[in-house]
């Protein structure tokens, strides 16, 4: 699960149409970089990648590929470069996770811990 960093503030500072903006560049760099896995978006500026046949490591490795693809990506909007983090949390579905909802759940719970230990990270649980 990932969630774009401050995203309100580019909406508020810039209008729904940078932010629909960014949410189309983060898109293009979710699907080049998981060309394989299945991506979607979870609502608002929330992400899901379901990576398959890769265990904890892997992903955490690949998604912290994907992050500082993000943290070093200029997104031009009108006269206006913007630049945007993403917090991550990467869980494993394993013998201990009863149903794919409670994955969810846990990756999320991971999301926020990376959004609490000061955003622009990638937690794994």
Same mark, same amino acid.
């Given at each position: ?10 909406? @508020? /500072? ?6 629909? #903006?960014?949410? =189309?560049?983060?898109? %293009?760099?979710?699907?080049?970089? $998981?060309?394989?896995d299945v991506?979607?978006r979870m ?11 890769? @265990? /904890? ?6 998604? #912290?590929?994907? =992050?500082?693809?993000? %943290?070093?990506?200029?997104?031009? $909007? ?20 009863p149903d ?26």
């Amino acid at each position: 699960m990932m969630d774009i960093d401050y995203f309100k503030k580019i909406n @508020d /500072s810039f209008g729904h149409m940078a932010g629909d #903006e960014v949410i =189309r560049n983060l898109s %293009e760099i979710l699907l080049t970089t $998981f060309r394989t896995d299945v991506v979607g978006r979870m609502g608002g500026e929330e992400f899901a990648v379901v990576m398959l046949n890769t @265990d /904890s490591q892997q992903a955490y490795i690949k998604t #912290e590929y994907f =992050r500082q693809a993000v %943290e070093k990506n200029i997104i031009i $909007f009108e006269q206006h470069k913007l630049r945007v983090t993403v917090s991550i949390g990467v869980a494993e579905f394993n013998d201990e996770t009863p149903d794919f909802d409670a994955l969810l759940n846990t990756a999320d719970s991971a999301m926020y811990e990376a959004k609490c230990a000061g955003r622009n990270c990638t937690v794994i649980v």
